[in-house]
């Protein structure tokens, strides 16, 4: 039996037990997107044609191409937060999300006439996504690079970059419930931007604030 | 291949009782850690030609990182492979904060089956001298319950303070080691 005096010490200190790294993802996640949300709605209103939205195809195929990204990061978030490093393995989901928007992308180029495309990618709101959407993201990347320090990352670079990219398409997947623009040019070209910005400042303060 | 499998399922089993507050449990993981956290510390040092680093001083701050770190292990996944990272990631940390800037290839790490570096006996003076930033409080009571072996209810009818009195101060002089030895500045 191998001993070490520092294991009793250890050991006199195991029902000081921190919550479950996933528990305490699950529950910041949950506690600040349902805070942004409500301030977001509450601001700007759920949407103006209601819940007449619900029959619109186009729209649920904008709020599942948001979902299948934040259920292909999901995982990839709990991998952020632990010491071992992300790898492009850890990616797979993400790749299958990928193509899916490429089909849905695809979808729209042959349904629609070439005519049309400019105005299905300006859209109407356009810079209203790009000024409101980082509003609702900073916050929500604020709580995570937060929850991200108090686990083990490696990597603080790449973790802070996952959490920028998550709380992107949260952020996204808020916004797009308010917003009448559903072509998935629209939100791949401005949610993109979106997306790419939050992601470099993940990676930016994670530089700064993820070291354990 | 088995052997390392079956080295981590018994691991996890002790991980996941002492995640349920099974301090025998957990005294039996770390001890089963010891040794391989030797070889990793010894074997990496002397690999990046820093063998004059001392190692014990590295084992120690692997250990405190994993106990403060132990939240972040996945129970569905295995152990060693969160142990290897948070090794890796001390080992590094340790070596820079010597001056040194160095990468520790990781894959080294994983056909490490035990075989123990011998040495016994030393360890007590090396904690006194690892927790010797820690304010008195905090300091004698890490020092009762580890190289005075104390409970922490002995250690705390000793000092005529409160159990839970304690049981913080315990807590917190872990923390304040943790941040001493950590990346954090």
Not at chain 1, 54 to 63: I, M, N, Q, S, Y
Not at chain 1, 167 to 178: D, K
Request: proline share 4%.
């Amino acid at each position: 039996m191998h001993t070490h005096p520092l294991i009793g010490a250890l050991v006199e200190d195991l029902p000081s037990s921190p919550r479950r790294m996933s528990e305490q993802i699950r529950f910041r996640v949950g506690i600040s997107t349902v805070l942004v949300g409500s301030v977001f709605y509450g601001l700007y209103g759920l949407r103006d044609d209601g819940i007449a939205a619900l029959g619109d195809v186009r729209f649920l195929f904008k709020l599942s191409l948001l979902l299948a990204l934040i259920l292909a990061l999901w995982p990839v978030l709990h991998r952020a937060a632990g010491p071992i490093a992300v790898k492009p393995r850890d990616l797979r989901l993400l790749g299958w999300a990928a193509l899916y928007w490429l089909a849905m992308i695809g979808g729209e180029a042959m349904l629609l006439p070439r005519g049309e495309w400019n105005r299905a990618l300006m859209g109407e709101n356009g810079i209203f996504c790009l000024t409101v959407m980082p509003l609702i993201g900073l916050p929500l990347l604020a709580a995570m690079l937060v929850t991200l320090r108090g686990g083990a990352p490696e990597g603080a670079v790449a973790s802070g970059a996952v959490a920028g990219f998550f709380c992107a398409s949260v952020a996204g997947l808020i916004y797009a419930v308010h917003c009448p623009d559903e072509s998935p040019f629209f939100v791949v070209f401005w949610y993109g931007a979106v997306a790419i910005a939050l992601t470099v400042m993940g990676a930016l303060s994670g530089r700064l604030l993820l070291r354990w | 291949m088995d052997a390392l499998k079956g080295r981590d399922e018994q691991l996890s089993a002790w991980m996941r009782a002492a995640n349920r507050g099974d301090q025998d449990a957990y005294r039996t993981l770390l001890s089963a850690l010891l040794p391989i956290l030797r070889q990793i510390a010894v074997k990496s040092l002397a690999r990046v030609g820093a063998a004059t680093v001392d190692s014990e001083d590295v084992v120690q701050e692997i250990m405190l990182a994993i106990h403060m770190r132990r939240h972040t292990w996945d129970e569905s996944a295995m152990v060693m492979p969160w142990v290897y990272g948070i090794a890796r990631h001390k080992i590094i940390d340790a070596l820079r904060r010597r001056g040194r800037r160095l990468e520790v290839p990781l894959d080294e790490f994983e056909e490490i089956i035990e075989a123990p570096v011998g040495r016994e006996g030393l360890s007590e003076q090396e904690l006194v001298r690892f927790v010797h930033r820690l304010g008195d409080r905090q300091r004698t009571i890490v020092l009762a319950v580890s190289v005075e072996g104390l409970s922490i209810r002995d250690a705390a009818q000793r000092l005529g303070i409160s159990e839970g009195t304690a049981r913080v101060t315990l807590h917190r002089g872990l923390k304040t080691l943790a941040r001493i030895y950590g990346s954090e500045r």
